[in-house]
Nanobody, 128 residues
Framework: QVQLVESGGGLVQAGGSLRLSCAVS????????MGWFRQAPGKERDFVAA????????NYEDSVRGRFTLSRHKANNTVILQMNSLKPEDTAVYYC?????????????????????WGQGTQVTVSS
């Protein structure tokens, strides 16, 4: 079993920054491909960013590319989503996810159904 715990959400003005963390724990200490998704009220859960197991490869949704940065810190088994230049349309609940099975080195994964474990979510609200 793998547990994911997100933190770092909150309320920020447009143009501000937030840093979301996802702490990974469980029966193994292996690195997994990880992803961040977000879900606004009444909408589907959408891809935000993904990172390969080794941390060398990342991908971003077009609207966040250049503003968000995803990184992983193996020493404490944490994945960080640094969000800068936030916009009101970034408002959503943000979820981190881990793919613990059938993954390949050097690959990232872009759809919710790719992932096996999810955190509880953290609210991000950007005011205009």
């Amino acid at each position: 079993q793998v547990q994911l715990v997100e933190s770092g959400g909150g309320l920020v003005q447009a143009g501000g920054s937030l840093r979301l963390s996802c702490a990974v724990s469980g029966r193994t200490a292996s690195s997994y491909p990880m992803g961040w998704f977000r879900q606004a009220p009444g909408k589907e859960r959408d891809f935000v960013a993904a990172i390969s197991a080794g941390g060398s490869y990342t991908n971003y949704e077009d609207s966040v590319r250049g503003r968000f940065t995803l990184s992983r810190h193996k020493a404490n088994n944490t994945v960080i989503l640094q969000m800068n230049s936030l916009k009101p349309e970034d408002t959503a609940v943000y979820y981190c996810a881990a793919k613990s099975s059938r993954w390949f080195s050097g690959r990232y994964y872009l759809t919710p159904t790719d992932y096996d474990y999810w955190g509880q979510g953290t609210q991000v609200t950007v005011s205009s």
